[in-house]
């Protein structure tokens, strides 16, 4: 089982093509790289996944967070709007944290807060 748990919401598999002047131009698989070899320097192997279902993003959580120290979410718009995956968080006690690859306050009001 992976130590640490990378989850990426909808729309991330698009990263490279879709808004390259708010996204970069990165790829999610050239991120999940640089994120594993990071977490391997640490001792910490990491397991990574991206859905674009709501429903997805909660079943990989309860399958692979037993045994997973710590979570990394970017939960993309479901962060603004997802109970589910709140409650799937605040169930499985998961240290986690959230991150954005473009400066959320910086944008549309509704980017502005998170319901996780």
């Not at 169930?91 to 473009?102: I, K, M, N, W």
């Amino acid at each position: 089982m992976a130590s640490i748990l990378l989850l990426n919401g909808p729309n991330l598999n698009l990263l490279g093509q879709r808004e390259p002047e708010v996204y970069g131009r990165a790829t999610l698989a050239d991120i999940e790289q640089r994120c594993r070899d990071e977490a391997e320097t640490l001792g910490h192997e990491l397991a990574c996944r991206q859905s674009n279902s709501e429903g997805g993003m909660v079943d990989w959580l309860q399958q692979n967070a037993p045994g997973s120290r710590y979570l990394i979410i970017n939960p993309g718009a479901y962060g603004h709007t997802s109970i589910a995956l709140r409650d799937a968080l605040l169930g499985l006690a998961l240290p986690f944290v959230e991150v954005h690859l473009s400066n959320v306050h910086a944008r549309e009001e509704f980017r502005r807060s998170s319901m996780l």
